[in-house]
């Protein structure tokens, strides 16, 4: 049951997602930046998703100290992994509008420089649980690097702010200039790519129960 | 060991129990020097490489100096850091340290407080001969420098401490606390190379700078505590 309704959430969110991308190419370009405009469509929902998703994953980590339940550590492990996901693609897809609108693919502006150091510290923390053998040490571990690594997030953007307060700012978007229908595209795509970051992280988590059952089970033959 | 005769701590007994662990982390570093000597030999040669990488005789070497210290820094504390836990690991005195009757914090902050002590004494020796080979003069503003040096390095070491304890018995423990910590450090990183070229171009703090130093205080409060609340955790599990 559990499937049908992950894989039926999943394709309405592909669905979506593809119409909405149909629907937004039907738009017209914006004024100053043209088609390229149009990647916030698709930028600021991979930032938000990826947002949820690590903040899902802070929670589940400090659930599993106080629980010691392991379904929690695979939570944890699902979503940060889905969220690194979701911060590649917002690199990706910034890199792309920063090198058509700026000329450039990268500057070391604040919002970026922030966001390249949270897509390392989670690749951090994913490292980490390569090197940890014992599962209850990994997931322990694992843990405390996460509510380390979400501590550092605000401290290190608003260092970073500071820091880069005295140069040019480059000027982002709000939503507040859209158009009526384009903000609905826009709230179409949100829910839709949190959707598929909550389809992926489910599709993780059942992996992660299923490499622990094999475990348990290679335990046991193991102890007769 | 005579278990049987200890008896309740009685008042202060923590802040004697720390500094014990420390003198002790101190003292058994201090017969080997194998870190120490590390640490101060890899900031020689990391300063030897900077003179290829920019003009070591130009004005605006002062304007990045407060960067390329704390790089040193941060490279040659890590070798300190990283033997904080290793070293217990010969002869099982990890288990030995946790079986004994004190807390996780306590030992964690006897450990802290070495680390500091030696991560300090790099830092140091690591200044003048900055200031001698790249002809700056480092000494103008010196009390407020130490200060500065003490706050960023109290940060480093804690969060260099508490991920020496749970990278101890990792693999690529040598490379993986590096990984974890830079990342982590780089608001006070950013704070102490912000205040310390200041510092050493012979200026004052004052006026926006303030701001670093309230960051650098912030962010030691923030990670000393968190550590002291997770550190039974990353020791028994």
């Known amino acids: 049951m559990r499937d049908k309704i992950v894989y039926g959430l999943g394709i309405a969110a592909a669905a979506v997602l593809a119409w909405n991308t149909y629907a937004i190419a039907g738009l017209p370009d914006e004024v100053n930046q043209g088609a390229v405009f149009k990647i916030i469509f698709f930028h600021v929902p991979m930032w938000a998703a990826a947002g949820v998703a690590v903040s899902v994953a802070l929670i589940a980590s400090a659930l599993f100290l106080i629980t010691r339940n392991f379904a929690f550590d695979a939570a944890a492990v699902a979503s940060t992994e889905v969220g690194v996901c979701f911060l590649t693609a917002g ?30 510290l989670y690749a951090g923390y994913l490292m980490l649980r390569r090197a940890v053998e014992e599962p209850t040490q990994r ?37 507040g200039s859209f158009p009526k229908d384009w903000t609905q595209h826009f709230l179409y795509n949100m829910a839709a790519m949190v959707a598929l970051g909550v389809v992926m992280t489910v599709v993780r988590l059942r992996q992660e129960e299923v490499q622990r059952e094999i475990d348990a089970v290679r335990r046991t033959v193991h102890a007769f | 060991m005579k278990s049987a005769e200890r008896a309740p701590a009685p008042k202060g007994a923590a802040a004697f129990q720390i500094l014990t662990i420390a003198l002790k982390d101190l003292r058994s570093e201090l017969r080997t020097k194998e870190a120490i000597n590390a640490s101060l030999a890899f900031a020689l040669v990391i300063l030897l490489m900077f003179s290829f990488a920019f003009d070591p005789e130009a004005d605006t070497t002062r304007e990045i100096s407060g960067g390329l210290l704390w790089i040193v ?46 991560v300090m004494a790099v830092e140091l020796v690591a200044l003048p001969i900055f200031g001698i080979f790249y002809n700056v003069r480092w000494a103008q503003q010196f009390g407020e420098l130490l200060g500065v040096l003490a706050l960023a390095t109290w940060g480093m070491t804690v969060i260099g401490t508490i991920f020496s304890a749970l990278t101890v018995n990792i693999r690529l423990r040598e490379v993986m606390l590096p990984m974890l910590t830079y990342p982590i450090l780089v608001p006070a990183l950013i704070g102490a190379m912000r205040l310390t070229a200041v ?18 205080v912030g962010f030691d409060a923030i990670y000393t505590a968190a550590s002291l609340v997770l550190v039974e955790t990353v020791l028994v599990g």
């Open chain 1, 91 to 120: 690199l990706a897809t910034g890199s792309i509008w920063g090198r058509q609108i700026w000329g450039i693919w990268w500057t070391w502006d604040a919002r970026l420089t922030s966001a390249l150091l949270c897509w390392i």
């Open chain 1, 139 to 175: 997931a322990t571990f694992a843990a405390i690097f996460n509510i380390f690594a979400f501590l550092d997030v605000p401290i290190v953007f608003f260092s970073i702010k500071w820091w880069r307060t005295q140069h040019p700012q480059p000027v982002f978007w709000g939503n």
């Open chain 2, 73 to 118: 820094f941060a490279f040659a504390g890590t070798l300190i850091l990283n033997r904080s836990f290793a070293r217990e690991v010969p002869n099982d005195c990890l288990d030995g340290l946790i079986a004994a009757p004190v807390p996780g914090w306590v030992l964690f902050l006897g450990k802290a407080v070495a680390n500091f002590a030696l």
């Open chain 2, 199 to 216: 510092l050493v171009m012979g200026k004052p703090i004052g006026g926006d700078d303030a701001a670093w130093l309230r960051l650098l």
